[in-house]
């Protein structure tokens, strides 16, 4: 098809398809001109705009009924015309968009002409395209107040559309030229910003709107969530653009001052709204009303875009209306707070954006910081929480956590306000452990035994995960979802992160030691305070924010150890059979209050509490729990202090390692993996490694425990696991310690041979392990007997003997047989028989016993020897 | 096993100082045990902490002729110094002015180092003529001063030195038909209202005596065991000394205005000998290391006896105390306890 490029070309064509839709309007001679127009270019018909419109708007405006095919045509056609031309006079701008409005105007109603759809979806993209066509200049001279009457029409039928109609397609394309017609539109068309005084004028017009726009655009957004998020997120544009346009502080601060009258018409005069304080104070009112019911749909609204957009009409509401809807700030403050912990990302990054930025800006809202809103927010929740806790479901529950999370992000240090509070810390930390109380009924818990004591096996490596792996599933008797669990620990390291550490610690701390009751939850919150307190898994809003030094922190974290680890909390009831065991530890402790009486009554009581006869299924639970709580608590803690829990190994990884053999599966559980913790944390390549390279610490805890073995029963199990797990840089303390151990072995060869036995046992293989040849063993002999006195060098000539001249079942039967014999003559059991070759004995090992003698010099050359004889004591 | 069997819970009453966390049986443990000396120790001493440079240190000397010095904090030792020819090493004072170290061993050589900065060299060293087991003493004279005494040539004597130019000062030697043996234990000290050093000393007798070290001469002399002295320590500000000797009893003594010694009692013990004895800084208790493989603790005012400290399985050799009130023990066994008792609050 040709195109005719220059004006009298195109008029030479278009004149008479003009003439005949001019004489006969029907919708053949519409569309011909329509087909005519396509070749001409937009050059020329910019030229002859006024020639074609004319036969146009001679047909809209013909009197008589039209049929609607026609109008729709013409509708379109014009709407051709006017996407490639430029509407360049104010006046035909104002007859066109009266011409078009009226299209769908019907005088008998406030509804919308009732017809078809495609009419009105045609009108809307007229409207649409007329505003876009407008020349820049002229756009704005045609917001004068005289056009008050007609953009209201304009306005109200697209309000009406948006809300009524049936069509997705139309009611998003009311919305989209209503964005248009409030000069919000964001295509590139309209690229010149507007000076003060044109600011002021389009407010002043759009204030007479504002109560229309506002409520009919909160019906759409408050409607059913089938009728699709981008309706819903158009509205909200539309809303927070509008509002935050008429209600913006820098204009009512600038209108205030000057008040001048527009000259117009009295009729137009009688719908111009003047914006002074009364009226700012009205409408705020009612604005807030309709903010708290957005609010309150959309935060839960099922498509995350429209959530999205919240936070950007929150942001822009506070950040441009302030002053004027101050008493929306707290509402849209908590809107924003609870998206915070959202579950999409986008929204999550989004809303932390926007938190930042108020955080930084130290934004103001009336008259009070923003800071302060928040304190108060807080407070109030703080004082409901433990109600909230308690009456909600675990949507609720999810709900509020994610709320104070929020608070707690924003507030960042100013947390402190708020937990300086006593009765605030309180209701918070009551709150928290209310909710944390944990199910113990499950019988499993105890009856879960580990079956295979072998070797601690496996590295870090092999249990590829990582740090921190998934924890124990634990059951709470107040919510069984995953993510309330999920936000509490959030909630306590943010609380870590941001709060005094040493006022929440002794807090807990306190609750910790007031009751059993408490006790789990309160050592729950405690690792997750020391977690948070070291950075980790926090996303910190505030730049300025200091954190709590490494030497604090060891400070704390040395304190809350030596806590947990005490005799009492560690020490725990978990099964039957360590009731037996602790029966003669009974009747120690009971020979100790009595010479304690009085000193210690919390001592005495957590006595009684440990020797309590018959524990039941749930006590010997939650000490299970209790532990398991504590075990992984030592394993945030290394992984909170890194390298710096290297120091803490001395008084940490005996407790740990004696609850690796722990019986409970649980348990053990819970100390290998706190081990592994503490091997990624401090920089050991294994468990061998680990213990290896702390085996000195080890063995001072082993050595002082083995001086009280019957609180300690399980020391010779830890020596056990440690020879296994030890190379031969070990030997220079197992001298010592093999000493300590033959010391306490003497005290207790009746009732506890068979743990040292074993342990023997190990210490053998450990050293057939070490020195595998003979080779081997005789330089290693070479060097010992260098150092003086080594008893090792002694212990190592047995082991060769007995590998060169191998023992045959007669010799260890003879030996056997001879030692016994030894045993009764040193015991005075002495038959008539050996009566006077044993007198002599007898009266000397008296003797030993009454006459006081200067000690041995030396206890240890001997010791190691196998024929040493045993001094009893009775 | 073939000892006297000491009740300790019973030896430890709730004195004024005795706070509930020790009144609380089983009796109480070393807080932690050095291990890896592998050798016997026979001296020990605390340094550091102050000025802030760092973590406390604990120095130990061997009877291999090391000196281990260990870190409080990670519990290991931190650097072995090896300056005595495989001797013992008898006696460990560091100087007050920055990271001195004194060390006499039995190789008859008092060696100085320097532990600066990681360092750890001998820069100095004076050539000792006793081989006696008496550890010296040491004296802050001023900035980079101080004096030195040490056992001398003679048997009985003492030498006193200047240091560091190590001038001999004099010789403290008894009068003719004083005849006290050799001096087993030496402290050198300085009276508030006076410059002049003084002296005391232990003799193999059982006698303690006062020179004044300027005047050369004995101000006084006590006999206070009928045993040699093995160790002595003396509390300034109340002008009183204790002594402890091979037998079976620690004696009190003090000093009156005219510098005239004057026993004040003696405190009977289970088991003889006593190899060391220090009042801790604060004056509160003292501590005795004893042939018995016990630690014995008193109170220091009235010598009631606090707490008998069993843990070692050999002689005790030596004990330390340190600023903040840690207690050391070094003992043949190798094995050096730390205690933390009735600790300041």
């Known amino acids: ?874 | 096993m073939t000892m006297e069997q000491e009740s300790t819970p019973s030896d430890v009453p709730g004195g004024d100082c005795t706070p509930t966390r020790m009144a609380a049986p089983p009796p109480p443990d070393p807080q932690f045990v050095l291990r890896g000396t592998q050798s016997a120790v026979h001296a020990l001493h605390f340094c550091g902490g102050a000025q802030g440079q760092g973590h406390p240190l604990l120095l130990s000397g061997s009877l291999s002729g090391l000196v281990h010095i260990w870190s409080l904090q990670t519990r290991r030792a931190v650097a072995t110094l090896d300056g005595h020819e495989g001797q013992c090493v008898t006696w460990l004072q560091t100087l007050p002015q920055g990271h001195q170290l004194l060390s006499q061993g039995r190789d008859l050589k008092l060696c100085l180092w320097d532990l600066g900065e990681g360092r750890n060299a001998v820069v100095d060293s004076v050539r000792l003529e006793s081989i006696g087991f008496c550890r010296g003493s040491v004296l802050a004279r001023g900035h980079q001063h101080w004096t030195l005494a040490v056992p001398g040539r003679g048997s009985d004597e003492v030498q006193i030195l200047e240091m560091p130019s190590k001038t001999s000062v004099c010789t403290l030697k008894p009068e003719a038909d004083a005849k006290p043996g050799m001096p087993m234990c030496l402290e050198l000290w300085q009276a508030n209202s006076s410059p002049r050093p003084l002296l005391l000393a232990g003799y193999e007798d059982g006698s303690v005596a006062l020179w004044d070290v300027s005047e050369r001469k004995v101000c006084s002399r006590i006999a206070c065991h009928t045993e040699p002295v093995m160790a002595l320590d003396f509390d300034s500000q109340k002008a009183r000394g204790v002594s402890g000797s091979a037998e079976k009893a620690l004696a009190v003594w003090s000093l009156d205005e005219q510098q005239a010694l004057q026993a004040l009692r003696t405190q009977e013990l289970t088991n003889p000998g006593i190899a060391d004895v220090k009042i801790r800084p604060d004056r509160k208790i003292l501590a005795t290391a004893g042939w018995d493989h016990r630690i014995r603790v008193f109170h220091w005012w009235t010598m009631k006896p606090l707490a008998v400290l069993a843990f070692h399985s050999a002689t005790v050799h030596c004990v330390a105390f340190a600023t903040d009130g840690l207690l050391a023990a070094g003992s043949r066994d190798q094995r050096i306890s730390v205690w933390s008792l009735y600790p300041r609050t």
């Open chain 1, 1 to 874: 098809m040709a195109v005719f490029d220059t004006p009298e070309e195109a008029f030479g064509v278009l004149r008479p398809v003009c003439v005949q839709l001019t004489k006969t309007q029907t919708v053949e001679n519409v569309e011909r001109l329509q087909a005519q127009l396509q070749a001409v270019s937009d050059s020329a018909l910019q030229e002859l705009q006024q020639y074609i419109l004319f036969p146009l708007r001679f047909t809209l405006k013909a009197p008589g009924p039209k049929r609607e095919r026609l109008i729709q045509s013409v509708v379109e056609c014009l709407t051709f015309v006017l996407s490639s031309t430029c509407v360049k006079e104010q006046e035909l701008l104002q007859e066109l968009f009266s011409e078009l409005s009226a299209c769908l105007y019907s005088p008998n109603s406030q509804k919308p002409a009732a017809v078809s759809e495609e009419l009105k979806l045609a009108v809307i993209q007229g409207l649409s395209t007329l505003m876009h066509s407008a020349y820049g200049d002229i756009l704005v001279t045609f917001y004068e107040p005289s056009i008050l009457p007609r953009l209201g029409f304009a306005v109200s039928l697209l309000l009406g559309l948006a809300e009524q109609e049936k069509s997705k397609q139309i009611k998003i394309a009311a919305l989209k030229c209503l964005q248009v017609l409030l000069f919000q539109c964001d295509c590139e068309d309209h690229p010149r910003s507007l000076d003060e005084l044109e600011q002021k004028q389009l407010g002043d017009l759009f204030a007479a709107f504002l109560p229309g726009i506002s409520t009919a655009l909160t019906r759409v957004i408050t409607g059913d969530f089938k009728q699709g998020h981008s309706i819903v997120v158009s509205s909200l544009q539309i809303f927070y653009k509008t509002v935050g346009f008429v209600m913006a502080d820098e204009q009512l601060r600038r209108l205030s001052k000057v008040q001048a009258k527009p000259a117009v018409e009295h009729r137009v005069a009688e719908l111009m709204v003047h914006r002074e304080a009364d009226w700012v104070k009205n409408t705020s009112d009612k604005l807030t009303i309709l903010i708290k019911k957005i609010i309150e749909c959309v935060s839960v609204h099922p498509h995350w875009k429209v959530r999205l957009e919240l936070i950007d009409l929150v942001e822009a509401l506070l950040v441009k209306c302030s002053q004027s809807l101050v008493e929306s700030a707290g509402p849209l403050l908590k809107a924003l707070v609870s998206l915070v912990n959202d579950e999409s990302s986008e929204v999550q990054a989004h809303c932390s954006k926007a938190l930042r930025h108020f955080a930084d800006q130290k934004v103001v809202v009336g008259n009070r910081a923003f800071a302060d809103i928040l304190s108060e927010n807080l407070h109030s929740l703080a004082t409901s929480l433990p109600r909230l806790m308690n009456s909600q479901d675990d949507q609720g529950k999810f709900s509020t956590l994610s709320l104070l999370l929020g608070y707690l992000k924003l507030l960042g240090p100013r947390v402190n306000f708020v937990l300086n509070s006593v009765s605030h810390l309180q209701r918070l930390s009551k709150a928290l452990i209310q909710v944390l109380e944990l199910d113990v009924a499950d019988i499993k818990v105890v009856e879960e035994r580990r079956w295979n004591s072998g070797h601690l096996s496996a590295s870090p490596r092999t249990s590829a995960a990582g740090p921190r792996r998934q924890i124990q599933r634990r059951y709470f008797h107040f919510f069984t979802d995953e993510r309330v669990f999920l936000l509490l620990r959030q909630v306590c390291q943010l609380l870590g992160f941001y709060g005094n550490l040493y006022l929440l610690v002794d807090h807990f701390l306190e609750l910790y030691h007031e009751s059993v009751v408490y006790r789990k939850q309160a050592a729950m919150i405690l690792n997750e305070l020391v977690a948070g307190a070291a950075g980790l898994e926090v996303e910190n809003l505030h730049e300025k924010h200091t954190e709590t030094s490494p030497e604090e922190l060891r400070e704390i974290v040395t304190s809350i150890l030596e806590e947990y680890t005490s005799q009492e909390n560690w020490y725990l009831v978990t099964c039957i059979e360590a009731e037996e065991m602790g029966e003669e530890l009974t009747v120690k402790q009971s020979g100790l209050q009595a010479i304690t009486s009085g000193a210690h009554t919390c001592q005495v009581s957590s006595f009684l509490a440990f020797s309590n006869p018959s524990p039941t299924i749930c006590s010997m639970n939650s000490n299970i729990w209790q532990i398991c709580i504590q075990l992984e608590g030592i394993g945030h803690f290394a992984y909170a202090l890194g390298k710096d829990f290297r120091l803490l190994l001395m008084s940490a990884l005996y407790p740990v390692l004696e609850k690796a053999g722990d019986q409970t599966l649980l348990i053990s559980q819970a100390a290998a993996s706190a081990m592994m913790d503490i091997c990624h944390a401090c920089g050991y390549d294994s468990l061998q490694h680990l213990i290896n390279q702390n085996s000195d610490y080890l063995v001072n805890g082993i050595s002082l425990n083995l001086r009280h073995l019957s609180l300690h029963p399980h020391t010779p199990k830890v020596l056990e696991v440690m020879l296994q797990n030890s190379d031969a840089s070990l030997l220079p303390l197992v001298a010592d310690v093999v000493q300590d151990v033959l010391a306490t072995l003497d005290q207790f060869y009746d009732k506890r041979a068979t743990s040292f036995v074993s342990v023997l046992h190990a210490l053998l293989a450990a050293l057939a392990r070490w020195f595998p040849d003979t080779g081997n063993l005789g330089q290693l002999r070479e060097q010992s007997v260098g150092e003086e006195g080594s008893h090792l060098s002694q212990r190592l000539a047995t082991l060769e003997e007995g590998l060169e001249n191998t023992t045959t079942a007669e010799d260890i039967e003879q030996f056997l047989l001879n030692y016994l014999k030894e045993k009764d003559v040193a015991d005075g059991n002495v038959s008539d028989f050996d009566n006077e070759e044993g007198l002599g004995c007898t009266g000397s090992v008296c003797g030993s016993s009454t006459v006081p003698q200067e000690p041995a010099p030396s206890l240890g050359s001997s010791d190691l020897a196998l024929t040493r004889a045993p001094t009893h004591q009775r």
